[in-house]
Every structure is written in C-alpha cells, then in structure tokens.
Nanobody
Framework: QVQLVESGGGSVQTGGSPRLSCAAS????????MGWYRQAPGKERELVAE???????NYADSVKGRFTISRDNAKNTVWLQMDSVKPEDTAVYYC?????????????????WGQGTQVTVST
C-alpha cells in the first residue's frame, strides 16, 4: 500500500518561505509524475506545480517565479519551496504521485494522494 507522508506548512506571514515535503513509500516500483495541489475554502482543488521523472516542471501561473518544485528519485520525495507567499496562497496543500506498484504478476499504475497540510498566510 502506497503511503504519502507530508510535512511542512503551518502559519506564516506574508512574504515568508515555507517548505513542504512529501515522502512516498510502500512497494513502489517506480514513480513517474509528482506534484502539489491546493484547495482553498469554497474552491476546487487546483494544480500548483508538477515535476516529471526527468525533472521537467509545470507551474500554475499564480505561483510562477515564487514557488519551486523539486524531487529526489532515490528517496521518492518531492518538495515545494514557497517563497514570497501571499494571503491568497492560503489553502490545504496535497501531495500527488503517479506510482507503479507490483500486485502479484501485474504492475499497476495509479495516482496517490497525501493527507494534506494546511498553509495559512497572514498579513
């Protein structure tokens, strides 16, 4: 069973630089995509940033130039460095990975989600 353990976040002031991390474990054969999503109260979950196994990245326009996503393939870990945060960055942040696991004679690829970590940016 794949498990994602998130850490980081909390309450920060405008302009702060929180760092989120997410470690995946549990019978993983390979991880392809890794990413971070967020959901603010009353809004839908949205993509913040994603990174492929080769290091290619994609960011939401609202965070470009402020957030940086990175990963360590050997540790199955992804980070989100958040710089110059704003009150509108307040949300629950979720880690997402697309992982392949072995189940008997089959290899199954699926998306897995972390439990979410709250980031609150105050003025």
């Amino acid at each position: 069973q794949v498990q994602l353990v998130e850490s980081g976040g909390g309450s920060v002031q405008t302009g702060g630089s929180p760092r989120l991390s997410c470690a995946a474990s549990g019978g993983i054969v390979v991880i392809t995509g890794m990413g971070w999503y967020r959901q603010a109260p009353g809004k839908e979950r949205e993509l913040v940033a994603e990174i492929g196994s080769g290091g290619d990245t994609n960011y939401a326009d609202s965070v470009k130039g402020r957030f940086t996503i990175s990963r360590d393939n050997a540790k199955n870990t992804v980070w989100l460095q958040m710089d110059s945060v704003k009150p509108e960055d307040t949300a629950v942040y979720y880690c997402n990975v697309r992982a392949t696991v072995r189940r008997g004679l089959r290899y199954i690829t699926d998306d897995y989600w972390g439990q979410g970590t709250q980031v609150t940016v105050s003025t």
